[in-house]
């Protein structure tokens, strides 16, 4: 398999399907050992994958790849979230339709449709990656099983009392017409303007409100003043009257109105913003809506009734400047919640929601964090700040289509809810089952079908469940709960993670995995966050994989600090294809020489520099160990490099290749011990570089080590020893001091200029004592890696430990004048 130069177009493709029918990556639930498990995040099927996820999936990839080495029973599927709104949307976009102006039925299939093609380019490119899931346990979250687990789970919630049904304000986003969560807003600078605007009183006189939403006047329900503030006393209980719109309201007292705002007396609307929506449910105040859920001013505007709310905002300014009720107005700047999915800024409507508690819970839930362990640690910061800073339950209802519905009904007489059985799940479509039973409170028959879906959040919150198979019927092929590992981004520690703890909690009383390996993320040029929507990437993944192949493009994913965002360099692409074509040629100069080498055989004593690099290999396991069990990929690639390129390359192999050329029977027993270092040493790293580079790691282990080792793949082989050796500590200290020497060597070579193939006829060196008392341990390979016939070291007492300085070298052949 190493025949010419290292290709990858020519290499990848053979050895995936040598995996494929093999089944290495296969999840064998019998086999012993312990499941490692990793909860893979199902990729929002929203458009084509870009970039930062090649980034991100690939770190998770490379820990399972590690794992199954050190004989873990690894649990990897790979699933799609299908379902919500970023499919609707994409499904809109591919056929330039939108889905309230088509029949539910036909969007839906559309959305299916869509759906089923995204997720075969997904997959395409996990596979042409060289992911090592186990394709069969793959599922989209809209699949019946999925549906069914959401399901069941939302049926377990309602009859714990944790989720509820409640008609009141709610975060709503106007383009796309649903309600939406509090994690899903983001916060964005506005500027905009801040208006004085007029209120007379109804007994004489008149005050002063400043508001930056003019165009919610008609929605006025009252004002209210801070009890400290200087006016508080003349104006509490009076009536103010809204310019315009003429109808009363009154003026009362609240703390929350900040006297130091504006003129500090505030108009409370129905609503603008959370703080209208606490007055209403504070002070029990009346609903005036002036918003209709399509964005437009309701009739209670007037004049602006049809217009949006920035139209009709222009038009009531325009109208208050003419009555001379507009005083002034101030440019300010404004943070506003927008909607994460479509930019757009929230309103707040009246609208009725099913929601899960957690108001009620934050506590345990900061407690449930702390139970997980979170790498990088400070990621379980961000968890708990965002649950210290929670301000709503969890609103799981949309007002979409393509989705998980609700399987329940409403009595039409009194709203009480019918919960379909187990044996109704998956419920798809309402119209499929018929409520025969009367109604327990009122006695109606009448059952009017629950309208929305589910918040796509509430099902992939469920991904342990469904890979556990939650409530299914038993079958071989599912996790034990919980599962070892959550890969996951930064951002959506307060949604994924969030929720899933948050359900995990609800149903079993524990948390849903043990770790959480959180990722940063790819930026473009300027440190800018790759996105999707943003159609920022600097190259496409597919192209990435054709222009440098799979395991150059790991190696880029794999050279991040795991949890730091990372600026897009193709420096770390090309450096992957120097590392796979290094491997490929040191394997093949290998080659030549283990052929007629057996690894069963009696052991060969070995020269000091054999003992050296099986030292310097166990320190190197014991390193990138240390580094892969903390999901330090970075570093730990770091480490097996430095010993590939440094020790064995430049090093090792350098100076025992003297005794490999050797096949006369007196070099025989000396040949026999570089071959078996060369072979411990490249089999050693090899193993190493699997979960890094697996295609061409493979391909080595398939030329030079299957036929000894009697294992079908590389994947499959025990992860290395770090044992150390007997005499571990000699062996280090010959290796130094032969290193030394040949650097200073090298270092002169560089400075004269002088090729490093040119052979030297002799070398005087002066070295500190600890290099020169081993020398003559290591003199044979330092005079074959150096290529120098005579070479001297005298000891130099005034040089520090380890320091070598040559004093002068005479070539074999003089250099030409």
């Not at 294809?577 to 690894?599: G, I, Q, T």
């Amino acid at each position: 398999m190493l025949e010419g130069k290292y290709d990858p177009k020519t290499v990848e493709p053979r050895i995936q399907e040598l995996w494929e029918s093999k089944g290495v990556h296969r999840f064998d639930p019998d086999a012993e050992g312990e499941v490692f498990s990793i909860d893979t995040p199902p990729p929002t099927v929203s458009g084509s994958l870009h970039i930062g996820h090649v980034f991100s999936y690939t770190q998770a990839e490379c820990i399972a790849r590690f794992e199954r080495m050190r004989g873990r029973n690894v649990f990897y599927p790979f699933g799609f979230d299908d379902n919500g709104l970023p499919t609707e949307r994409l499904a809109e976009r591919e056929h330039e339709v939108l889905g309230r102006e088509l029949p539910r039925d036909k969007f839906v299939e559309l959305c299916r449709e869509t759906s089923d093609k995204y997720k075969q380019e997904f997959e395409q490119l996990w596979r042409g990656l060289g992911f090592s899931a186990d394709w069969s346990l793959c599922y989209s979250t809209i699949d019946e099983r999925s549906v069914r687990v959401s399901q069941r789970a939302f049926l377990d919630l309602l009859a714990k009392g944790h989720a509820y049904m409640m008609s009141g304000p709610t975060m709503w986003d106007t383009e796309t017409q649903t309600a939406v969560a509090q994690a899903e807003l983001e916060s964005k600078d506005q500027t905009t303007f801040m208006n004085d605007v007029r209120f007379d009183l109804a007994d004489g006189g008149h005050v002063v409100i400043a508001t930056t939403r003019p165009e919610l006047l008609c929605a006025c329900v009252a004002m209210f003043i801070h009890p400290d503030h200087p006016r508080a006393g003349e104006l509490l209980g009076k009536k103010a009257i809204v310019p315009l719109y003429g109808h009363e309201v009154e003026i009362r007292a609240d703390e929350m109105a900040d006297p130091e705002k504006g003129t500090g007396i505030v108009m409370c609307c129905t609503f603008g913003d959370k703080t209208d929506v606490e007055w209403y449910r504070k002070h029990e105040l009346e609903l005036r809506q002036a918003i209709g859920r399509d964005g437009r001013l309701l009739e209670i505007a007037g004049p602006e009734a049809g217009l949006f709310a920035k139209q009709a905002r222009r038009k009531i300014l325009e109208r208050l400047e003419e009555a001379g009720l507009l005083l002034g107005k101030e440019q300010v700047e404004n943070v506003v919640n927008v909607f994460g999915r479509t930019g757009r800024e929230i309103e707040f409507l009246p609208t009725r929601q099913w929601f899960v508690r957690i108001l009620d819970k934050k506590d345990k839930l900061v407690e449930l964090g702390e139970q997980v362990r979170w790498f990088p640690a400070h990621m379980g910061k961000r968890y708990k700040n965002w649950v210290e800073g929670l301000e709503w339950d969890w609103g799981i209802s949309r007002q979409r289509f393509f989705g998980v519905p609700f399987p329940v009904w409403h009595c039409d007489g009194c709203g009480h809810v019918y919960s379909a059985p187990e044996d109704w799940l998956p419920v798809l479509d309402h119209a499929n089952h018929e409520v025969t039973h009367a109604c327990p409170d009122c006695g109606g028959t009448a059952w009017t079908p629950d309208p929305d879906v589910m918040d796509t959040w509430a099902t992939s919150s469920e991904t342990p469940q469904i890979n556990a198979r939650w409530g299914e019927a038993e079958g071989p092929r599912r996790c034990p709960l919980p599962m070892t590992m959550r890969p996951q981004a930064h951002d959506i520690i307060r949604t994924w993670a969030f929720y899933t703890i948050v359900k995990s909690w609800l149903h079993f009383g524990e948390v849903p995995w043990r770790d959480a390996m959180v990722s940063g993320h790819v930026q473009a040029p300027g440190r800018q966050k790759i996105s999707k929507s943003k159609g920022n990437a600097p190259t496409d993944p597919r192209d990435m994989l054709t222009a440098h192949g799979a395991d150059p493009t790991r190696y880029w994913a794999l050279s991040a600090t795991l949890g730091n965002d990372y600026v897009y360099n193709e420096d770390d692409l090309k450096q992957g294809r120097r590392l796979c074509v290094k491997l490929w040629n040191a394997s093949k100069f290998a080659m030549r020489h283990l052929e007629s080498y057996d690894p069963k055989g009696a052991p060969p004593a070995p020269h000091p520099m054999d003992s050296w690099i099986r030292t310097r290999l166990a320190d190197t396991v014991r390193l990138a160990t240390d580094n892969l069990e903390r999901y330090e990929f970075g570093i730990a690639k770091g480490d097996i490099e430095r010993f590939f390129w440094n020790d064995l390359c430049d090093n090792y192999l350098e100076m025992i290749k003297d005794r490999l050329y050797d096949e006369s029977p007196e070099g025989a027993e000396a040949r026999r011990a570089a071959q078996a270092g060369l072979y411990d040493a490249l089999y050693g790293v090899v193993r190493l570089l699997t979960p890094f580079v697996p295609h061409v790691a493979e391909s080595v282990y398939q030329t030079l080590f299957a036929a000894a080792e009697g294992v079908d793949s590389v994947a499959q082989t025990p992860w290395p020893d770090a044992t150390t050796i007997d005499e571990a500590e000699t062996a280090e200290q010959d290796g130094a001091a032969a290193v030394s020497v040949l650097t200073a060597i090298r270092r002169w070579r560089s400075e004269q200029k002088i090729s490093p193939g040119k052979k030297l006829a002799s070398a005087r060196l002066r070295a500190s004592a600890d290099v020169a008392g081993r020398f003559e341990r290591v003199a044979p390979a330092v005079r074959a890696a150096g290529r120098v016939a005579d070479l001297t070291v005298e000891t130099d007492e005034s040089l520090p430990a380890g320091e070598v300085a040559l004093e002068d070298a005479e070539l074999d052949e003089p250099v030409a004048s």
